[in-house]
C-alpha cells in the first residue's frame, strides 16, 4: 500500500515544539545571570522559648540580593518528659513524630 505525500506548507508563523522529556540530545539551557552564591548562617537574637517569636536579624547589602525562597531554618530540639527529666530507653520505644513535624512545632 503507497500513501500519497501531502504538499501542504506550514503557516509562517507556525512554530515547531519538542516537550523537554523527549529533547534528550538538547544542551539544557544554563543560569547565567546568577555568577556565585553562598550560604551565611545567622543565629537567633534572643534565646529561643515557647514564649515569644525567633527573630533574625540578616543585614541588608547594596551588593547582594536575598533569595527569600531559598532560605532555610535549621531546628535542633530535644523531647522531655513533662517535669522536664531526658526520656530513658523504655519511653523512646513509644516515641515518633506527628504528620507535618516541623509545622507542628510552630503557631501563628
Not at 527569600?68 to 519511653?91: P, R
Request: glycine letters at 6%; proline letters at 6%.
Amino acid at each position: 500500500m503507497k500513501r500519497k505525500r501531502s504538499n501542504q506548507v506550514e503557516p509562517p508563523e507556525a512554530k515547531s515544539v519538542v516537550k523537554d522529556e523527549v529533547a534528550v540530545f538538547e544542551k539544557p539551557l544554563e543560569q547565567t545571570s546568577i555568577k556565585s552564591s553562598q550560604m551565611c548562617e545567622y543565629g537567633s537574637l534572643v534565646a529561643v522559648s515557647n514564649q515569644g517569636p525567633i527573630e533574625f536579624r540578616i543585614p541588608k547589602s547594596d551588593r547582594y540580593y536575598t533569595d527569600m525562597s531559598e532560605v532555610y531554618l535549621e531546628v535542633e530540639l530535644s523531647v522531655e518528659k513533662s517535669d522536664g527529666t531526658k526520656l530513658d530507653g523504655s519511653d523512646t520505644k513509644k516515641l515518633g513524630p506527628v504528620n507535618n513535624f516541623f509545622g507542628a512545632l510552630f503557631s501563628r
